[in-house]
Structures are given as C-alpha cells and as structure tokens.
C-alpha cells in the first residue's frame, strides 16, 4: 500500500479528491505472487455494484489463474510487448459486455456501463495492496474466437491483475515507462453551457 | 455521509469490499441546496485520474449550474419522468467522449474510458455527501445539437449532483424506487476460462 502514501511525489491534484482514486495506477511491475480465488472474488464484488442502465449489469468476466492452460490461452492472446511484464501478474481477466438489452434492442450503455465495473475493480485492488492494469493490447477477434465468446457481446478489456514488485524485474524500457501518468488540466476537460473546446 | 453506515440495511455483498464503492448509489433525492464550483470541480477531478487507453483521457464534461440559462438547456433534454426530481439537483453534467484517436483512427475504448471516469465521479461525490445520478433518459440527438457537440464526439450520458435530501419531497412512485439497487450473484457473471454463462 506504499503508493497511498507516495503518490503526491508523482502526481499532483488541482483539488483535493478521496486519496484511493488518486493512488490508483496502472503499473506493470508484479511480485509474481499467486492470487487467492478470495483475493480475484473481491475486485469482482466490487465490480459488480457499479452503476448500470436500468441496473442491467452487462458486464461478464472471463478470468484465469497463472499456471492454469487457461491463463496460457489467455496469455497468448496478448501482444509481444505486454506478454513481457504480465507473465508476472497473477490472474488474467477478459471484461466483456452484452450489446443487447433486456427487452432486445441494442444497450447504447454497455460499453459505458462496463467501464465503470472496471474502474470498481482497479480501485478495489488498489484498496487492497493489489494493482489492475487494463489492456488493449490484444487480439480482440482471436479472445472472441478462443473463448467463444457469442457475437452480441463486445470484448471490452483485458485486465492484469497481481501484487505490486519491484520495477527491476521490468525491462530497462519499461522501467522508465512504470511511473503514475499524469493528467490534463481541468481547464481543458470542462465547459460550462456548450461545447467550447 | 449517513449512506456509509447505513447501506447494509439494503446491500450484502458477497466479499468485504471497500465500504466507498458499495456505499455509492443512484438515489433520486436531492435536498436543492445550490452546489459550488469547488464541489463540482472536485468530483470532475477525480473523474480526470480515471485510467484510459494510452491515458488519452477521451472524457470531456459539459456542465451547468441551477438557476442559470444553461441548466435550463440542460434539462430540458431530459424524459420528463426524470425532470420531475431532477429539479432539485444542483449541477446538470453531459459527459461525452472523443471517439477518434489521437492518431486519427477509431478509438474503441473511448466509451469504456468514459465509463471508468464516471465511476469516479460518482465515488468522489459519495466521498462528499453529495449524490451523482446518471441517466440515460433524455435526448441525445437534442443534446448533440443545443450543445453543438461535434460528430467525432459520442454523448455518453447524462449526471444530475447534488446533496442528499429527504424521500419524502419525491413522488409516491420514485419514493417506493428509491432504494439502493441489488446486484446479481458473482457466480452469475464470472466464468473460468471461457465463456460459459
């Protein structure tokens, strides 16, 4: 948890917010430690309360253990460059959501929707000395295709999820890309009235 | 803040999460006490350090406070079933998302980013004692147009904020609705290694 303490060295507020939002952060550096079914079962719970749509919660996880031929199925769906770090995390998740609504039509929300899972699921591991790392670096038609996923749900993320390591493990590249990433000022996310940007 | 000692009357969760995240609901009671531009621009900063695809941070917030000749452009775009207890909410926000890379190519996570911001948010006003309120239930083309939102942008949403007030100024009907939502069983949207729901 030493980031919760730490982060002000990296990242810097314009107002003050609930210090786990600010803490959390996508590093790649992991211990290799493996996870507890307990220890994946509580960022989903937390995933799962998020808010929906007329609560449709169309979010799916497919997850795997490392060490599993499931985890290799899901390993071998990551590019070259992620592979390099994940091997050291301790669960994969694949994050899916149904396109379709409850009563047939298309759920224009669900992707939206999903997201705010997600976003459940890395402050929940960040809750808990754990870090979540979402991914687009994938193939997102092989995921569909290896893990049967059926055509009316779209495969939104994949998530890495393990105990934070030491940044020596990582390459030297990714050494100097492991640090919190910043973020634009709220002059330029905000607007009062119309699009003025 | 009495939400966090009292939502166990109403959620269980399967796993001990972290009290924030199960804390936060969509509750349609406002107390119409005016909200300042401090506490609108901490739940939009906390909105900003959401993680996004190459932390290209696609999320921009439209906004305007009660009273003024913007919130009235805003809520007219609302269902008139949400205008009903919407009127006593202190800022109207329409999230939208730029769906166009920085590259110049789609950007397919633009709406899950948008989603992981909007969770923030809703945290960050739960934080506060304040209460975020997304919807869907208005009109998006409308909004498209009076807000002169561009093609290249997708309008994600709809957030009404404001403090916590008293059920009893809602109609007999959203009185009986406005209670914390349950959630389906984790079982019901996790799954080993494929998809097997």
Redesign the interface.
Same mark, same amino acid.
């Given at each position: 948890m030493s980031e919760i303490f730490d982060i002000k060295n990296f =990242?810097s507020?314009?107002?003050?917010?609930?210090p786990?939002?600010?803490s959390?952060?996508?590093s790649r550096a992991f211990d290799g430690r493996a996870l507890t079914m &307990?220890d994946l079962?509580?960022v989903?719970?937390?995933a799962?309360?998020?808010?929906s749509?007329?609560?449709q919660?169309p #979010?799916?996880?497919?997850?795997?253990f490392r060490d599993?031929?499931?985890w290799i199925?899901?390993f071998t769906l990551l590019n070259v460059g992620n592979q390099e770090w994940v091997d050291r995390a301790g669960v994969l998740v694949v994050l899916?959501s149904k396109q379709v609504s409850d009563r047939g039509s298309l759920n224009?929300?669900a992707?939206?929707? +999903?997201?705010? +899972? #997600? &976003?459940?699921l890395?402050?929940?591991a960040t809750?808990r000395g754990l870090v979540a790392h979402?991914m687009?670096g994938f193939d997102y038609e092989k995921a569909r295709e290896?893990?049967?996923?059926?055509d009316d749900?779209k495969v939104?993320?994949m998530i890495a999820l393990g105990y934070t390591g030491d940044k020596k493990n990582l390459s030297e590249k990714n050494q100097v890309r492991d640090v919190p990433?910043? =973020?634009?000022a709220?002059d330029e996310?905000?607007?009062?009235? &119309?699009?003025k940007?």
């Open positions: =990242r507020a314009e107002h003050e917010i609930n786990l939002i600010l959390r952060w996508s &307990e079962s509580s989903l719970e937390a799962k309360w998020a808010p749509s007329a609560n919660q #979010w799916l996880f497919i997850y795997a599993t031929s499931s199925k899901l899916i224009e929300t992707s939206f929707d +999903a997201g705010a +899972a #997600w &976003e459940n890395a402050l929940e809750s979402a687009a290896d893990l049967k996923i059926p749900y939104e993320a990433s910043q =973020r634009k709220l996310i905000i607007s009062e009235g &119309e699009f940007f």
